[in-house]
């Protein structure tokens, strides 16, 4: 069984900075991607970033500049850091992943963290 749990959410002013963390347990391997989607209020979930075979990543354009992906492979965990935060960045992340599972990519998600950022 895998599980993803996010961690580091809050309230935070505009312009400031969170890290938000993704820790996992359970059979973690042959992971194709890893990465942040969020959901607005009202909103579909998007992709906020993305790192693919562990080694390209992607970004949404919204937060390009702004945030950065990592991830540390000992303590199979990935992470966040969004800086210069803007109230339109107000949502609840969750963190993914995708693992080759049988020849099939499966999708796995945490429960979610809010962010919320105040003007």
């Known amino acids: 069984q895998v599980q993803l749990v996010e961690s580091g959410g809050g309230l935070v002013q505009a312009g400031g900075s969170l890290r938000l963390s993704c820790a996992t347990s359970?059979?973690?391997?042959?992971?194709?991607?890893m990465g942040w989607y969020r959901q607005a209020s009202g909103k579909q979930r998007e992709l906020v970033a993305l790192i693919r075979n562990g080694i390209s990543t992607n970004y949404a354009d919204a937060v390009k500049g702004r945030f950065t992906i990592s991830r540390d492979n000992a303590k199979r965990a990935w992470y966040l850091q969004m800086n210069s935060l803007k109230p339109e960045d107000t949502a609840v992340y969750y963190c993914?992943?995708?693992?080759?599972?049988?020849?099939?990519?499966?999708?796995?998600w945490g429960q979610g963290t809010q962010v919320t950022v105040s003007s």
């Open positions: 359970g059979s973690i391997f042959s992971i194709q991607t």
């Open positions: 993914n992943a995708v693992m080759l599972r049988a020849g099939m990519s499966v999708d796995y």
